[in-house]
């Protein structure tokens, strides 16, 4: 696949993303879907969702249309798309919160305001980001990025050669660094399956969860293709690069479709009559 054609691809993928979870932002801040402690974590991931679309529009984009030799592809776009990385272990976290904040929801009802409390529930959020810039770190140095071949990729004859010249560069990049993306990912992909199976067993008529899942499934297993198949796949970046930005899409989407209530604006749930309503049958529009 060319590097135009992609481009054009994720073009359209990435403005489509954009706009489904500007969507889903907009509920969120404007029209409390989640309700206020609830709603923070759907923002840091609607936020980490949002830049890593806009990165992908401004770096990936224009640097696959523009440079037919991307080992030509100047610095600043290669920092620009590892901030992607970034953003993305941000909305792999707040998955995780979220499908944790589910659980306890429907597990331990009389605790939930004390386990995600005001406080409790914004150090986690700080925390999420704290620790997804760890992972990127070595992404950001300049000796890895001098290697790099735009946007992810790893030059392995450059970074033989700097290993001779420092001893750093042998853990901080190559197939190391692509082993801490794809372990910290799937490690976290799998306990938000777990959690949110253990949810699911409760409360089996929440389709998100299903939808959730089945996108976080097919997000791990293009990871772990692109890996372990990278050495004899030309095209694995390629491939990556559109699924990746598939899956995000559609992250956003399931949200928009499975949620209840989504359409309705606040003002009409407000009108209407007061219901008593299991704990168990509104996880998601529970507002605290």
């Not at 954009?18 to 309700?35: A, D, E, N, W």
């Not at 944790?100 to 939930?112: A, E, F, G, H």
């Amino acid at each position: 696949m060319s590097s135009l054609s992609t481009a054009i691809v994720l073009l359209f993928m990435n403005t489509s993303g954009l706009l489904v979870h500007y969507t889903v932002f907009h509920k969120v801040v404007f029209k409390s879907l989640f309700g206020r402690i609830f709603g923070k974590l759907w923002l840091s991931r609607e936020i980490a969702y949002l830049i890593q679309a806009t990165c992908f529009l401004s770096s990936v984009v224009p640097g696959l249309m523009m440079f037919a030799d991307l080992d030509k592809t100047p610095l600043y776009l290669k920092y620009l798309s590892q901030l992607i990385i970034m953003f993305a272990y941000i909305s792999i976290f707040a998955n995780f919160l979220i499908a944790v904040n589910r659980c306890c929801i429907v597990y331990t009802p009389l605790k939930y305001k004390t386990i995600f409390s005001r406080e409790r529930t914004n150090s986690l959020v700080a925390t999420s980001w704290i620790l997804a810039l760890f992972p990127c770190v070595p992404s950001m140095i300049r000796e890895c990025l001098d290697v790099s071949v735009f946007p992810f990729g790893i030059t392995e004859k450059d970074v033989q050669q700097l290993e001779r010249e420092n001893e750093y560069i042998k853990v901080l990049c190559g197939r190391s660094r692509e082993l801490l993306d794809v372990s910290v990912a799937t490690s976290f992909y799998a306990v938000t399956f777990i959690v949110d199976l253990f949810t699911y067993r409760k409360v089996l008529i929440v389709l998100k969860i299903v939808a959730q899942q089945l996108v976080s499934i097919t997000t791990a297993a293009t990871f772990n293709m692109a890996y372990f198949f990278g050495p004899i796949w030309p095209s694995r970046e390629h491939f990556t690069l559109i699924t990746w930005s598939a899956n995000a899409m559609l992250d956003g989407v399931v949200v928009v479709l499975f949620t209840p209530k989504f359409f309705k604006s606040r003002s009409c749930s407000i009108s209407m009559p007061n219901k008593e309503v299991r704990p168990v049958q509104n996880v998601d529009n529970k507002v605290y």
